[in-house]
């Protein structure tokens, strides 16, 4: 099987040396990542410069390729040029920090699995959540359980999976659970300081809350310690307004530049 590995914080992260000391046996896999952190990038591509990109010995352990841009640039140049054929699977992690809820859209961690679905690429975002020490090892070895159970349930081409694993501790994971994302706001702030001639600077705080929860989501799920589990799509089409926008009268535009 030939596998792409991608993260958002870097080809020296170590989530993503642990993750593919974790699935290196599956077959022939081949990294490719920024060479610096990119979190909360999203679905950002580089377009007004060229890339860099650079073979890396990451630890001795393994070669990489480092490239000067996001985690979907990274997906692209993988696919369109540096590997021989195209991946069968790709994987995005392990991101230290939970992707959750409406976190899913700033993820620069899904955002690199979600490209890889949108090329027709079967493909699997891992994050584990923050708490005590980020134990990537354990988490690794979890990764692949997960990964295994997913092949074997049929992961098809194009088909993108979200997991996120709970802090790690003596009793956790819990148990896993296949859950809809949360989709409520999160409560969040910025911290404000006052510069010379008037301006501000405001830096965003790392600190925020999720809000209620309408239904049992991949935020409830994994804040109770589960592993959590979640398909997702590229398509953001609310199809349960399409019809009553489709079925407007629309007219024509009008004419002329007034």
């Not at 696919?79 to 959750?100: C, H, Y």
């Not at 692949?144 to 997913?150: N, S, Y």
Request: with cysteine; proline share 6%; net charge negative.
């Amino acid at each position: 099987m030939r596998i792409l590995l991608v993260n958002d914080d870097g080809i020296l992260a170590p989530g993503l040396a642990a993750l593919r000391a974790a699935v290196e046996d599956l077959g022939e896999v081949t990294v490719v990542a920024p060479d610096s952190p990119q979190s909360a990038a999203g679905r950002s591509i580089t377009l007004h410069a060229p890339i860099a990109c650079q073979r890396v010995h990451v630890d001795g352990r393994f070669w990489g390729y480092g490239v000067s841009g996001r985690p979907a640039d990274c997906v692209k140049l993988a696919v369109r040029e540096l590997m021989e054929a195209p991946p069968q699977l790709l994987l995005a992690g392990i991101n230290p920090g939970a992707n959750t809820g409406v976190n899913v859209f700033y993820s620069g961690t899904v955002a690199a699995a979600a490209e890889g679905a949108l090329l027709g690429i079967a493909s699997v975002a891992f994050s584990l959540d923050r708490g005590g020490e980020m134990d990537f090892h354990r988490a690794g070895r979890l990764c692949r359980w997960v990964l295994d159970a997913l092949l074997a349930a049929g992961l098809a081409e194009g088909e993108l999976v979200n997991v996120n694993l709970p802090a790690l501790s003596a009793d956790r994971p819990r148990g896993v659970k296949v859950v809809p994302q949360g989709t409520a706001a999160i409560t969040e702030s910025y911290r404000r300081e006052e510069q010379a001639g008037g301006s501000a600077l405001f830096q965003l705080n790392e600190q925020y809350e999720h809000g209620p929860q309408e239904q049992e989501t991949d935020v409830e799920a994994l804040a109770g310690g589960f592993i959590t589990i979640t398909p997702l799509k590229s398509d953001m089409t609310d199809r349960a307004r399409l019809p009553r926008l489709q079925g407007h009268t629309w007219g024509l535009p009008p004419e002329g530049n007034g």
